[in-house]
């Protein structure tokens, strides 16, 4: 392991690539959520106590997107992360350009990564583009974070990729 990759952990400790080097693949594509692991694994037993220790943990996203690659829908946690990235935009131009993109990919009607939000939400993030704020998805991300806590989260705690980990954290 590279000291590079080590100094992404926040323990110092080995990576957890090295972890899981035997794990079995199966039709997930788990080898690519592995290789991109950052941070120590005792975070997965937490996962399960709420979609935000998910949402909050490095490995969490990285899991939690290759589930919702699995089931179609990982345009959910997308947009969701580029929301929270937007609210950290402290200059117009950036929040002007971000705000363009978010809407372009995600929000308008035939968007590539088009989330599923209701016609009042969309037409109101719509007719606001052109002078975006900090809050103007914020509607938007709020029903996606209530669809991925009420449908895409539980089925993630059952995904073979959230239980594969369990059980290697188990086996420590």
């Known amino acids: 392991i590279s000291k590079q990759s080590q100094s992404h952990h926040q323990c110092g400790r080995p ?12 039709k ?4 690519v959520l592995v290789t991109n692991l950052h941070d120590p ?19 969490g996203q990285l899991a939690f997107r ?3 690659q699995s089931e179609h829908s990982e345009e959910n946690l997308l947009f969701w992360l580029a929301c929270e990235e937007y609210k950290k935009i402290k200059n117009v131009p950036e929040m002007i ?7 372009s990919e995600f929000v308008q009607t035939e968007a ?10 969309r037409e ?3 007719n606001n ?29 059952k995904s073979d990729i959230y239980q594969g980990l369990l059980r290697k954290t188990d086996l420590r």
């Open 66 to 68: 290759e589930s919702l």
């Open 124 to 126: 109101k993030i719509t």
């Open 41 to 59: 694994l005792e975070d997965v037993d937490a996962w399960s106590e709420s979609v935000d220790n998910v949402l909050t943990c490095k490995n």
């Open 97 to 103: 350009s971000s705000a363009n993109r978010i809407y």
């Open 129 to 157: 583009i052109s002078q975006p704020t900090l809050t103007s998805f914020d509607t938007a991300q709020r029903l996606i974070y209530s669809l991925m806590a009420r449908d895409c989260y539980p089925r993630f705690l």
């Open 15 to 26: 990576s957890v690539c090295r972890f899981f080097s035997t794990f079995p693949v199966n």
């Open 112 to 121: 590539p990564k088009q989330i599923n939000i209701d016609c009042v939400t």
């Open 28 to 31: 997930c594509h788990l080898t």
